[in-house]
């Protein structure tokens, strides 16, 4: 279908909300970081005909978002849409960057950035409304709290799913020790394994005029004590799900290059080569969205031509620690053999580039194995999700 370049993508370290990165505009730091990752690529903007930019939430100016991103980043030539598929974007870019190739396209950009950090209020005019008054919405807030169709918050349709597969408190903060743990490794020896795609990070002030901080890893990732998970109570009275069996909203970008032919990907690649094999979406039953991503992943496997059994490995975009223990029990494997080197549910979860970020930690993981074939699935708002199967080497 396409292929990666290995090594040609990055991911900035993610900031929790409100915190080091909270102050830039989330296009203009992408396209920052754009600028200094395609350096190191030694990739020139006149070698893409393809850029789009990936957001979920509002910037200012994010209407001219896509063409503006490329032209800050040196591409000025290179017109770019804007994608948005709520936190299944960075599956998304790819499939779109697939579709291009699949058009004629012969290098693609992609690049998704987002800042939950400040999330916009918007005021929606009613003039037909009791003296003209319109109604008010906290883009991030209120787009957690509810989902107008299903008419329920995300942290409900965890609760629904642990309920329909009888999920405990305790088996989730089980899957949370453990996600803890292979973070970690992907601390050790001073960050090996997130060097591999996460270069320090020298933050900007707002006028990218200084830096005013160093970020060498995630921000705000707190440590995970066994006991004290005992104590915690779940969030929603009657549930199951605690602020440990969630995770966090976050800020930062993430990026990746694609390209049409496999000669092309030689060229560019450090390394194996990376193959796209399929790309699938699904929609589970209302207000079950944690579970949603066991039909993607099912039409991947199928437009790849594969079983679950002809996957190495898995990485997933775990908002709950139930969707990894549903999409275990679905597919009849451990959940400890999944997200090695981390989750979302660990380190973060700004949107856009929660999905890209996955991916290459994958690519990364199956690398260090000698190559093989990767499953990444996420879920999305409106219990849809998306799932993506690449073959490295």
């Avoid at 991911?11 to 190191?40: D, I, K, M, Y």
């Avoid at 290059?257 to 193959?275: H, K, L, Y």
């Avoid at 380190?347 to 093989?372: V, Y």
Wanted: hydrophobic share 40%; aromatic share 8%.
């Amino acid at each position: 279908m396409a292929f990666i370049p290995y090594g040609a993508y990055w991911a900035t370290p993610f900031a929790r909300w409100q915190g080091t990165l909270a102050h830039l505009n989330s296009v203009e730091f992408a396209a920052h970081v754009c600028r200094s990752e395609l350096g190191r690529m030694n990739l020139t903007p006149d070698t893409f005909d393809f850029a789009a930019f990936g957001q979920t939430v509002l910037q200012p100016g994010s209407f001219y978002g896509g063409p503006w991103f490329t032209a800050m980043a040196g591409a000025e030539g290179l017109a770019a849409p804007m994608v948005s598929q709520a936190c299944a974007t960075g599956a998304r870019l790819l499939s779109t960057a697939v579709g291009e190739c699949l058009q004629g396209a012969k290098q693609a950009l992609l690049v998704s950035g987002d800042r939950t950090s400040n999330g916009a209020h918007v005021y929606y005019p009613a003039p037909q409304g009791t003296g003209g008054t319109g109604t008010s919405e906290n883009l991030v807030l209120d787009s957690f709290g509810h989902d107008p169709w299903a008419r329920n918050g995300m942290l409900q349709t965890g609760e629904n799913v642990a309920a329909r597969e009888g999920i405990s408190t305790e088996e989730q903060h089980d899957l949370v020790v453990t996600r803890r743990g292979q973070y970690d490794d992907a601390l050790a020896d001073d960050r090996a394994f997130q060097r591999r795609y996460m270069p320090v990070l020298e933050v900007p002030d707002a006028r990218f005029r200084k830096t005013v901080a160093t970020l060498e890893t995630d921000e705000g990732v707190e440590p995970t004590d066994p006991d004290k998970l005992t104590r915690l109570r779940p969030v929603l009275p009657d549930g199951t799900i605690t602020f440990a069996g969630q995770t966090h909203p976050a800020d930062g970008n993430a990026g990746m290059v694609v390209v049409a032919d496999r000669e092309r990907a030689q060229e560019i690649s450090s390394g194996p080569i990376v193959e796209i094999l399929a790309v699938g979406q699904g929609r589970e039953e209302k207000g079950y969205m944690p579970a949603a991503p066991i039909k993607a992943a099912a039409m991947a496997m199928e437009r790849a031509g594969i079983s679950i059994d002809g996957v190495d490995t898995i990485k997933s975009h775990n908002p709950f620690a139930v969707n990894d223990i549903a999409f275990a029990r679905a597919y009849g494997i451990d959940w400890r053999s999944m997200n090695n080197f981390g989750s979302s549910l660990i380190w973060g979860h700004p949107q856009g580039p929660t999905g890209l970020r996955a991916m290459i930690e994958m690519i990364e993981e199956l690398n260090m194995r000698g190559g093989g074939t990767g499953l990444f699935q996420g879920c999305a708002a409106g219990d849809s999700a998306m799932a993506v199967v690449l073959r490295v080497g």
